[in-house]
């Protein structure tokens, strides 16, 4: 089946310092992709997401790169911060008549003081 | 804004108990999932529910039942629980329209022990 997945397990950061966490995955049909944050305890937060026909997407302190042709994603987290550490997740969904989510197994960022 | 609901937050069966897992969201959303995460692994699809009224299996459905009472309400009942359940099971809503997937937005979590 299809699979979504991460390339690192974790990552620790220094505080202010950039993040980038990356994803693959295989469904060359998904157009949806979305990040969520989960602290300890708690349930997914979202972060941002982005759909197929975009390769680029900005939040607060937070981009999104969708490389459709190598099938890759990456959240790029700007001047880290100690609440940045949690477990990120993306997900991804072929959009139209799918009305689930595939989640990848999570990376734990620590952001070092 | 209380966004989705679960209640328990925790739980502690025996083997062979049965027990209803309830979720209700206030954001008026069509959709609602309930995953399952175990340790090392992402989320897992239990059962949705694309509106009121349907039920679909997702990636992970036996051992478990659903219930959509209403637009607010998804349950998730465990039969005869058995100690590969002990997991942590998350409830999401959103509203999907006209065919356009949008994110989901997840309660707090039950965390539930089998033994």
């Known amino acids: 089946g299809e699979s979504v997945g991460l390339h690192l397990p974790t990552l620790s950061v220094q505080e202010g310092d950039n993040s980038i966490i990356n994803c693959a995955y295989s469904n060359s049909a998904s157009d949806y992709f979305i990040w969520y944050k989960q602290e300890s305890g708690k349930g997914p937060q979202f972060i941002i997401d982005i759909r197929s026909n975009m390769d680029k997407r900005q939040g607060q302190r937070v981009t999104v790169l969708l490389n459709k042709t190598v099938k890759h994603l990456s959240l790029q987290i700007a001047a880290t911060q100690p609440g940045d550490s949690a477990v990120y997740f993306c997900?991804?969904?072929?959009?139209?008549?799918?009305?689930?989510?595939?989640f990848g197994t999570g990376t734990r960022l620590t952001i070092i003081p | 804004n209380a966004g989705v609901t679960q209640t328990p937050k925790f739980q502690v069966l025996k083997t062979g108990q049965s027990m209803t897992l309830q979720c209700a969201q206030d954001m008026n959303h069509n959709s609602m999932y309930w995953y399952r995460q175990d340790p090392g692994m992402g989320l897992r699809l239990i059962y949705y529910?694309?509106?009121?009224?349907?039920?679909d299996k997702g990636e992970v459905p036996n051992g478990y039942n659903v219930s959509r009472l209403n637009k607010r309400e998804f349950s998730l009942r465990l039969e005869s629980a058995a100690p590969s359940q002990t997991s942590v099971y998350f409830c999401?809503?959103?509203?999907?329209?006209?065919?356009?997937?949008?994110?989901?937005?997840f309660g707090s979590g039950t965390q539930l022990s089998v033994l």
């Open positions: 529910s694309a509106s009121e009224g349907t039920t």
């Open positions: 997900a991804e969904t072929a959009d139209f008549g799918n009305e689930k989510l595939t």
């Open positions: 999401a809503s959103t509203e999907t329209e006209r065919g356009v997937f949008e994110k989901l937005f």
